[in-house]
């Protein structure tokens, strides 16, 4: 098959890593955590930050030893077995392809309330237009939307901790601080499994740092640049996930946080700052759109991956003379989320997605710990831990997401067999 061009530099690679993260999950999953577990959704974002570094530490070593188009599905076929690395492709494509449609549904939700389903579909056509120009422009556009949402996200933060704090006393200050600690507490200890299932949804909102390990082979100097781009995205967006759940839970509360379609937005309200809420609303769009765009990209790299290696029609992987993107994958990628957008409601596709990316990451891990010693960059109990961590938190999900991802994985298997049967 032909080759992708190595395009993107270390700057590039982090700017992707972020904008695959600050997007819809920041602005839409403390809402679906809260409404899970109240206050224990602290606690569940902490532990979802832990599995992520997991798996974010086993994809960066894999990635410096393949670095190649396809993450977990090329590490699945070459470190354990063609068929393991096959679930983790099929999961990836069907949980990535949810994931594209809650991001588009969250920009829709945030931009145009009422006409949301028609929005999401021009931006997932305009979009895949975009990538499908090369993946210097899809770089470039992403840093731009990273730039802009973080700023809005740092104002919206000081201004809603600015109108929280300003009027109440040091007594006060007091009582909610005993208030957050003995309810953050008491939600543990009564519901723990409500802990790992807003766990399990919060992961959503990470599964973005992973990115490059399906870029890698656009990637210049991937063994180096990968390895030191991931972590640094990673834990900005973690220090930025953690203050901005902190302020939604002492600014709304976990009840008022559960019902919201937009958290940020109505504690600016609450703070008494409409006009930051309307910018809030633009940058959640905004921050949604930077996240479809590298989630499309990643969508066409695995399609191209195993459309080279015969899991997928050999058409997936032609690769534009210009542009040396996949175009047919990443046309085919574009209509398969509107297709989606025009069935489905955001919460079940971030459920869905959530058990699916779970079982991709869980190949990724074990495929780390298959690797030998001396192509090891992180301890092997981290790829032990993500492995345990990403089935136990695939299972706490609902019932209908369990099942559903698994009718997808059977219909992925049943696919291959008769692909395979096909060809002898």
């Given at each position: 098959m032909?080759?992708?061009?190595?395009?993107?530099?270390?700057?590039?690679s982090?700017f992707?890593?972020?904008?695959?993260?600050?997007?819809a999950?920041?602005f839409?999953v403390p809402?679906?955590?809260?409404?899970?577990?109240g206050?224990?959704?602290?606690?569940?974002?902490?532990?979802a930050?832990?599995?992520?570094?997991c798996?974010?530490v086993?994809?960066?070593?894999l990635?410096?030893?393949y670095?190649?188009?396809?993450?977990?599905?090329?590490?699945g076929r070459?470190?354990?077995?063609?068929w393991?690395?096959?679930?983790?492709?099929?999961?990836?494509l069907f949980?990535?392809?949810?994931?594209?449609?809650?991001m588009?549904?969250?920009?829709g939700?945030?931009?145009?309330?009422?006409?949301e389903?028609?929005?999401?579909?021009?931006v997932v056509?305009?979009?895949?237009?975009?990538?499908?120009?090369?993946?210097?422009?899809?770089a470039?556009?992403?840093?731009?939307i990273?730039?802009?949402?973080?700023?809005v996200?740092?104002?919206?933060?000081?201004?809603?901790?600015?109108?929280?704090?300003?009027?109440?006393?040091?007594?006060?200050?007091?009582?909610?601080?005993?208030e957050?600690?003995?309810s953050?507490?008491?939600?543990?200890?009564e519901?723990p499994l409500?802990?790992?299932?807003?766990?399990?949804?919060?992961?959503?909102?990470?599964?973005?740092y992973?990115?490059?390990?399906?870029?890698?082979?656009?990637?210049?100097?991937p063994?180096?640049?990968?390895?030191?781009?991931i972590?640094?995205a990673?834990?900005?967006?973690?220090t930025l996930?953690l203050?901005?759940?902190?302020?939604?839970?002492?600014s709304l509360?976990?009840?008022?946080?559960?019902?919201?379609?937009?958290?940020l937005?109505?504690a600016?309200l609450?703070g008494?700052?409409?006009?930051?809420?309307?910018?809030?609303?633009l940058?959640?769009?905004?921050?949604?759109?930077?996240v479809?765009?590298?989630l499309?990209?990643?969508?066409?790299?695995?399609?191209y991956?195993m459309?080279?290696?015969g899991?997928?029609?050999?058409?997936?992987?032609r690769i534009?003379?210009?542009?040396?993107v996949?175009?047919?994958?990443?046309s085919?990628?574009?209509?398969?989320v509107?297709?989606l957008?025009?069935?489905a409601?955001?919460r079940t596709?971030?459920?869905?997605?959530?058990?699916l990316?779970?079982?991709?990451?869980?190949v990724?891990?074990?495929s780390?710990l298959?690797?030998?010693?001396?192509?090891?960059?992180?301890?092997?109990?981290?790829?032990?831990?993500?492995?345990?961590?990403?089935?136990a938190?695939?299972?706490?999900?609902?019932?209908s997401a369990?099942l559903?991802g698994?009718?997808?994985?059977?219909?992925?298997?049943?696919y291959?067999?008769?692909?395979?049967?096909?060809?002898r």
């Amino acid at each position: 098959m032909p080759a992708l061009g190595r395009r993107l530099s270390f700057t590039d690679s982090v700017f992707i890593g972020l904008g695959a993260m600050i997007g819809a999950g920041i602005f839409a999953v403390p809402a679906v955590a809260a409404a899970s577990a109240g206050w224990g959704m602290l606690l569940a974002l902490i532990l979802a930050s832990l599995l992520a570094y997991c798996n974010a530490v086993s994809s960066a070593q894999l990635a410096a030893v393949y670095p190649e188009s396809g993450g977990a599905y090329t590490y699945g076929r070459k470190q354990l077995h063609p068929w393991a690395g096959f679930a983790a492709g099929w999961s990836f494509l069907f949980g990535k392809i949810a994931s594209c449609g809650a991001m588009a549904l969250t920009a829709g939700a945030y931009l145009w309330p009422g006409q949301e389903r028609w929005l999401a579909v021009a931006v997932v056509a305009a979009l895949t237009g975009l990538n499908l120009l090369g993946i210097k422009k899809t770089a470039l556009a992403t840093r731009v939307i990273v730039m802009v949402v973080i700023a809005v996200l740092l104002v919206s933060l000081a201004a809603i901790w600015f109108g929280h704090n300003s009027g109440k006393s040091d007594q006060s200050h007091g009582m909610l601080s005993q208030e957050f600690v003995g309810s953050l507490v008491a939600s543990v200890v009564e519901d723990p499994l409500s802990v790992l299932q807003a766990s399990a949804l919060w992961f959503f909102a990470f599964a973005g740092y992973a990115r490059l390990a399906t870029l890698g082979e656009e990637v210049q100097d991937p063994a180096k640049t990968i390895p030191r781009a991931i972590p640094v995205a990673f834990f900005f967006v973690v220090t930025l996930y953690l203050l901005v759940a902190i302020t939604l839970l002492l600014s709304l509360g976990p009840a008022r946080l559960g019902q919201s379609s937009a958290p940020l937005a109505d504690a600016l309200l609450a703070g008494g700052f409409p006009p930051l809420a309307v910018m809030v609303r633009l940058a959640a769009g905004l921050a949604s759109m930077g996240v479809l765009l590298s989630l499309l990209a990643g969508l066409s790299r695995t399609s191209y991956a195993m459309a080279s290696a015969g899991d997928l029609p050999s058409r997936l992987g032609r690769i534009h003379p210009r542009f040396q993107v996949p175009h047919i994958s990443e046309s085919l990628a574009g209509a398969l989320v509107i297709l989606l957008i025009l069935v489905a409601d955001l919460r079940t596709a971030i459920g869905f997605s959530s058990f699916l990316v779970l079982i991709y990451y869980s190949v990724t891990n074990a495929s780390s710990l298959s690797l030998r010693p001396e192509q090891r960059r992180w301890p092997a109990f981290l790829s032990v831990l993500g492995l345990f961590g990403c089935i136990a938190f695939a299972f706490s999900l609902p019932v209908s997401a369990v099942l559903s991802g698994l009718m997808i994985l059977a219909i992925g298997f049943l696919y291959r067999s008769i692909r395979l049967a096909a060809r002898r």
